[in-house]
């Protein structure tokens, strides 16, 4: 896996954007990223659409080499880690955060998170939020307008479309960075791209393995 980074300034402190689909968050040793929706696949599957478990197992090898990578303390998940009820995938998840016993799992609730507290607990999750606030940073996983606060949000898995010289057009993940508000890409692999809703006087910070660049919105 490559891993580039591009470092921004955002509330008073500095953020890493990687081509991974994750940010790092240096102050607090924390890596932040959302959309894993694992258990995606399982669901296909059982409304008879063959899938492999392999698209789960793919993204948490890449978040296991990424949470490695930064030695983290803790990851928070801004919401829709599980796409569905339990299945095999949630046990995947389950083993996958005993591997971390230093790290703290911190999830921000999404739309598609419906389990109790306690089911988020046995699966390995310490603290479970609606919304959260750490430091000048508020996380919520729908984008919430919050008066004189930077938030940062996923859901939308936002994405760009550029026209390439062949005049067939490209679609890349991004981070949609504004002045109080950064919306993170999906994690997972198996998600499709919102090209169009974004704050307006943001800027795209789009990537693939080998390179981010940035474009700005008006």
């Not at 999404?110 to 430091?135: S, T």
Request: a neutral charge; proline letters at 4%; hydrophobic letters at 40%.
């Amino acid at each position: 896996m490559n891993i580039i980074t591009q470092d921004i300034s955002f509330s008073d402190t500095s953020l890493t954007l990687t081509n991974q689909r994750v940010l790092f968050w240096k102050e607090h040793s924390t890596l932040i990223l959302a959309d894993l929706h694992l258990g995606k696949a399982a669901h296909f599957r059982k409304n008879g659409i063959a899938l492999p478990t392999q698209v789960t197992l793919q993204d948490l090898q890449r978040l296991e080499q990424l949470i490695q990578y930064f030695s983290v303390a803790q990851v928070i998940i801004v919401g829709d880690l599980i796409h569905a009820g339990a299945n095999r995938e949630v046990d995947l998840l389950r083993q996958f955060i005993t591997k971390f016993p230093s790290t703290k799992f911190i999830l921000i609730k999404g739309n598609h998170d419906r389990f109790a507290d306690e089911q988020w607990k046995k699966i390995g999750i310490q603290e479970v939020h609606q919304n959260w606030r750490l430091d000048r940073i508020y996380f919520t996983h729908q984008a919430t307008p919050v008066v004189d606060t930077h938030t940062i949000s996923g859901h939308v898995h936002p994405g760009i479309s550029l026209w390439m010289p062949t005049k067939k057009t490209i679609t890349f993940p991004c981070f949609v960075v504004a002045t109080q508000q950064i919306i993170l890409p999906a994690f997972s692999l198996f998600t499709g791209f919102d090209t169009k809703s974004a704050p307006d006087y943001a800027i795209r910070y789009a990537f693939h393995e080998n390179g981010i660049f940035s474009t700005d919105i008006f």
